[in-house]
């Protein structure tokens, strides 16, 4: 059956909440998706920065293959090893002590949001994050959210979320009150465009979580798990959060989040105070264990960084080729955005629908930016690749 027949069965049945490109992939391996009709496409978003080591990358697919076989599920109400050997590579390789463990990024930060509240004295429950952020589709997680389409039809949203306007550290401070216990953000926003925060910005930030006695809580949902060449954002800033989430790559693919944290504020959370009946499911631990030690080889995350600084450097040639359109690259890793002028805006969809025509698939952050997620195995061949079909699209739009 082709795209088009599976296309019209699924339309009349689900929920009418995604706007999705017209193919049904069906296969994958490495960067290349193939869709139905046989179509091949390179991929540059890796399933929104989740299939970090390409799709299909045969040893994951072993160990989740020989978990499946051995024990899919016990819950929580029972140790697993994958779990505990998954726990023991995030605290080794982070800030923190103790882990919890979840589903996905939004349940990754409610849990944060709820350690954050209980961690706090009684009477401090408010969390500012910042304009532009995004942190998940659950009611809070929505609330935290920083852009005002996202809680449109759902009010009342839960109570204690206010946002700052972004990289505006005087108003961030002068709204922090008796009630204030966190502040959250994301490192780099990805939704929000691709927008990295300052180094200075992070910092004061830090300091005025120190001054004021609030939690600093970072979403590394989709910048976590080396996008950015490191293992996570974080370390590049010179500064560490209390509490960090994760979900999106942990996996490479299959649904699992984590909440780390040091253990005087981990400690808030006692018995019976939070739980999930999937969290820290074997299988996705067992995908995640592998994930984790492969970023962990030797070389992996230079790499990361290399291949970043050249497809920035790629893009940045094609804004200056194309000013009309382009301004230049903003990201860490790779995670790439090219930064696109008003008339380029304009042309946003357009240019993503094109790019998917042509077998390149990308697509455009908070109406200002294309974003760039491929696979972080990703070679300077298909870079090159993608390049091209993009420098020939910008081509064909600008004439
Ligand atoms: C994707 C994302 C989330 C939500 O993750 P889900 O797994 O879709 O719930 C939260 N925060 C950030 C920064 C994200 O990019």
């Known amino acids: 059956m082709s795209n088009q027949e599976w296309i019209t069965r699924g339309d009349a049945l689900f929920m009418?909440?995604?706007?999705?490109?017209?193919?049904?992939?069906?296969?994958?391996?490495?960067?290349?998706?193939?869709?139905?009709?046989?179509?091949?496409?390179?991929?540059?978003?890796?399933?929104?920065?989740?299939?970090?080591?390409?799709?299909?990358?045969?040893?994951?697919?072993?160990?989740?293959?020989?978990?499946?076989?051995?024990?899919?599920?016990?819950?929580?109400?029972?140790?697993?090893?994958?779990?505990?050997?998954?726990?023991?590579?995030?605290?080794?390789?982070?800030?923190?002590?103790?882990?919890?463990?979840?589903?996905?990024?939004?349940?990754?930060?409610?849990?944060?949001?709820?350690?954050?509240?209980?961690?706090?004295?009684?009477?401090?429950y408010e969390i500012i994050s910042l304009e532009g952020s995004f942190h998940g589709r659950t009611l809070a997680t929505v609330a935290a959210t920083g852009q005002k389409k996202f809680h449109e039809g759902f009010e009342p949203l839960p109570e204690g979320f206010r946002h700052a306007p972004f990289g505006d550290l005087a108003a961030l401070e002068a709204?922090?009150?008796?009630?204030?216990?966190?502040?959250?953000?994301?490192?780099?926003?990805?939704?929000?465009?691709?927008?990295?925060?300052?180094?200075?910005?992070?910092?004061?930030?830090?300091?005025?979580?120190?001054?004021?006695?609030?939690?600093?809580?970072?979403?590394?949902?989709?910048?976590?798990m080396g996008r950015t060449g490191s293992l996570f954002a974080y370390e590049q800033f010179g500064i560490v959060p209390d509490i960090l989430t994760l979900a999106k790559a942990l996996g490479n693919g299959l649904p699992i989040g984590a909440m780390l944290a040091a253990e005087k504020v981990a400690a808030a959370f006692t018995p019976g105070t939070h739980a999930s009946t999937f969290g820290g499911n074997p299988v996705?631990?067992?995908?995640?264990?592998?994930?984790?030690?492969?970023?962990?080889?030797?070389?992996?995350?230079?790499?990361?960084?290399?291949?970043?600084?050249?497809?920035?450097?790629?893009?940045?040639?094609?804004?200056?080729?194309?000013?009309?359109?382009?301004?230049?690259?903003?990201?860490?890793g790779l995670i790439q955005g090219l930064l696109l002028t008003d008339q380029g805006k304009e042309l946003g969809p357009r240019i993503v629908q094109g790019l998917f025509r042509q077998g390149l698939l990308a697509n455009f952050a908070g109406n200002i930016a294309l974003r760039f997620l491929p696979p972080l195995i990703v070679t300077e061949a298909e870079i090159d690749e993608a390049m091209a079909i993009l420098t020939a699209l910008f081509a064909e739009v600008a004439g």
């Open 175 to 224: 709204m922090i009150t008796p009630a204030t216990c966190a502040i959250l953000c994301e490192p780099l926003q990805g939704e929000g465009g691709v927008r990295p925060l300052a180094r200075e910005y992070l910092q004061g930030i830090r300091a005025l979580c120190d001054r004021h006695g609030l939690l600093l809580l970072f979403d590394e949902v989709q910048v976590g």
């Open 16 to 124: 009418q909440t995604y706007g999705r490109f017209p193919a049904v992939m069906v296969e994958g391996r490495g960067c290349r998706l193939k869709d139905a009709d046989g179509k091949e496409y390179l991929d540059f978003l890796s399933g929104i920065a989740v299939c970090s080591l390409g799709h299909c990358y045969p040893p994951i697919t072993e160990a989740i293959c020989r978990q499946a076989a051995t024990l899919l599920h016990v819950s929580n109400l029972y140790y697993t090893m994958p779990q505990t050997e998954l726990a023991e590579l995030l605290v080794a390789n982070s800030f923190a002590d103790r882990v919890f463990f979840c589903n996905s990024g939004a349940e990754a930060n409610e849990a944060a949001i709820k350690l954050a509240r209980k961690a706090s004295p009684a009477g401090r």
């Open 284 to 332: 996705a631990c067992a995908a995640a264990v592998v994930a984790v030690r492969t970023m962990l080889a030797e070389g992996f995350l230079a790499g990361v960084t290399a291949k970043g600084r050249y497809l920035a450097a790629r893009l940045d040639e094609l804004a200056q080729r194309y000013p009309r359109l382009a301004v230049r690259s903003r990201g860490l």
